[in-house]
């Protein structure tokens, strides 16, 4: 079985977002899913921020592949850059070379390959609810946020508004306090620090309770950036920077209650999976 490890939101290999990426099956022989309890294993196993296990659907319906995510942890309801890697693998393969509709716990998610190699995702947008900042995230922060809001069932983060670039760069959190504030994780942003940066707003994501310290790049989050940044900014097409230490860029472009998110993909590893999935 054949198991990739795609850089997401790059153009480059070693940086954006790695993802493990198992295809099932194809277009013309449909299979489902293994076992949950042996995707989990090889998420752990290949210990990115998510594993991303797709199979094909048959012709005529909403969707065109099934996809599921898993951290080393856990399985989430949704996740961009393993996505986005999933798309890329795809229209390596030759399975794609127009949008590819994928069928998700969150519902139907579009991504459309563009001529220069970058895939758009079409995601749901983010509700924003403004929450009070609670004691214990101010202690798990270390610093006092400017303002919360909470992103919804399907993104499950808290996003948490910081003076400047500079601030969200110089967090060190404490992840074992900050693992008990969320459904998901905390999301910290500012503006970019100069109107040269090639960015509007940099971020930081850090999900220790799905067992994942600090994501490198984040695109659910920016389902929640984006309408929070247009809204300050006054514009619906924007970037972001995820300021991990691998960084990466994600264009976002608000169209109210869908965002969509721009961005490149690189394989860095390709190799066989020795561990074949039990029989049910």
């Known amino acids: 079985m054949r198991l990739r490890i795609i850089d997401a939101f790059t153009d480059r290999p070693f940086a954006g977002n790695p993802a493990g990426v198992v295809l099932f099956g194809d277009p013309a022989n449909p299979a489902g899913f293994p076992r949950d309890d042996w995707m989990q294993q090889v ?19 909403d969707a065109d592949w099934a996809l599921r995510w898993f951290t080393p942890a856990t399985e989430v309801s949704m996740c961009g850059h393993a996505t986005l890697a999933t798309a890329h693998a795809l229209v390596s393969d030759g399975l794609a070379d127009g949008p590819v509709r994928f069928r998700a716990r969150c519902g139907v998610l579009t991504a459309a390959p563009h001529p220069d190699g970058t895939i758009t995702l079409d995601f749901p947008t983010a509700p924003l609810t403004p929450v009070t900042a609670s004691e214990e995230l101010v ?8 303002s919360v809001h909470d992103t919804g069932a399907e993104v499950g983060d808290l996003l948490v508004e910081l003076p400047d670039e500079r601030a969200v760069r110089a967090l060190a959190p404490d992840l074992t306090a900050l693992a008990r504030v969320s459904e998901r994780g905390v999301v910290a942003t500012a ?11 940099v971020s930081r994501c850090f999900f ?7 994501d490198p790049v984040t695109g659910s989050a920016h389902t929640a950036l984006a309408p929070f940044w247009a809204a300050r900014l006054g514009r619906n097409a924007l970037t972001g920077l995820q300021a991990s230490a691998r960084s990466g860029l994600v264009r976002a472009e608000l ?16 190799g066989r999976l020795l561990a074949p999935p039990p029989t049910r």
């Open 191 to 201: 503006p970019a620090g100069a109107p040269d940066a090639g960015h509007d707003f």
């Open 208 to 214: 220790p309770r799905v067992g994942i310290d600090e």
């Open 255 to 270: 169209r109210g209650p869908r965002t969509l998110l721009t961005g490149g993909a690189v394989t860095v590893f390709d």
């Open 139 to 146: 202690r798990a922060l270390g610093t006092e946020p400017l």
């Open 43 to 61: 998420a752990l196993e290949v210990n990115q921020a998510e594993t991303a296990f797709a199979h094909p659907l048959p012709h005529g319906g």
